[in-house]
């Protein structure tokens, strides 16, 4: 059995009278430790499967594992325990507290985890120790999407779930956070998937999802990885 399973996966969302299928009968499989890169174009239902991987929407039918977990059965009540202690997660736009320092940050997540990693050793892994007192607004996009990844990171978390990571930074910037990400899956052995457009992700990925219309069209593995930083696009 696969660490992450997604087995014939639908999500429906219902407008008035209209039906959209977002995830249209999607299966995959992620194995323990992978940098995964899920692909695709605008629409084809990207983050609609990272929000359900992550225990932030349900599937409409399917199943979905975590481990030993089926996501797709847990209660409402079950699914907060979830997201807060077997998921990290990564926005596009960081989401952190503005009038929280960084390491503030990155202690608030792991107040609310079981088994937290110490904040101050989180920060300096991703290389913002010297920062730890500055507030967002004095960091950098690329240094303020460091600590929403130690925030994410300090939870422990069994799965890291990263939606455009890179998508509000500039190329050199982007890249070392994309490399920062795949040093997480390598050093760390964390399971890491990333939601993207991004077709030069796919290089540095070990298993390539890509996604169309609702669907896995196809998932490959990649058996010599790319270190981040030689990629360009
Ligand atoms: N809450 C919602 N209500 C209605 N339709 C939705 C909702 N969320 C997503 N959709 C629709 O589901 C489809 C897939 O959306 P999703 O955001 O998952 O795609 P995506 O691949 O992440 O796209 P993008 O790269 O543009 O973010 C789209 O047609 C979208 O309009």
Request: glycine share 8%; with cysteine.
């Amino acid at each position: 059995m696969a660490f992450v399973e997604f087995r014939d996966v639908t999500k429906t969302y219902r407008m008035g009278d209209v039906e959209v299928r977002a995830v249209d009968g999607m299966t995959f499989d992620i194995e323990r430790g992978e940098l995964a890169v899920i692909v695709g174009p605008s629409g084809a239902g990207k983050t609609t499967v990272l929000n359900m991987l992550g225990g932030m929407d349900s599937a409409t039918s399917g199943t979905i594992r975590l481990g030993d977990r089926v996501v797709s059965s847990l209660s409402e009540r079950e699914l907060t325990q979830y997201r807060r202690h077997d998921i990290g997660f990564v926005f596009q736009f960081y989401n952190l507290v503005q009038n929280l320092t960084a390491l503030e940050n990155v202690e608030l997540a792991s107040q609310i985890s079981d088994d937290p990693l110490p904040a101050d050793e989180v920060l300096a892994k991703v290389g913002l120790a010297e920062r730890a007192d500055n507030f967002p607004a004095q960091l950098s996009g690329g240094e303020q999407q460091r600590v929403a990844i130690a925030r994410a990171l300090a939870k422990n978390p069994k799965l890291l779930l990263c939606d455009e990571p890179t998508g509000a930074l500039d190329y050199v910037t982007g890249k070392q956070i994309l490399r920062l990400l795949q040093d997480t899956a390598r050093e760390t052995g964390r399971t890491v998937a990333i939601v993207t457009h991004n077709l030069a992700f796919t290089q540095v990925a070990d298993r390539v999802i890509r996604v169309r219309e609702g669907r896995a069209s196809s998932v490959e593995l990649n058996a010599h990885p790319a270190d981040a930083m030689s990629v360009e696009w």
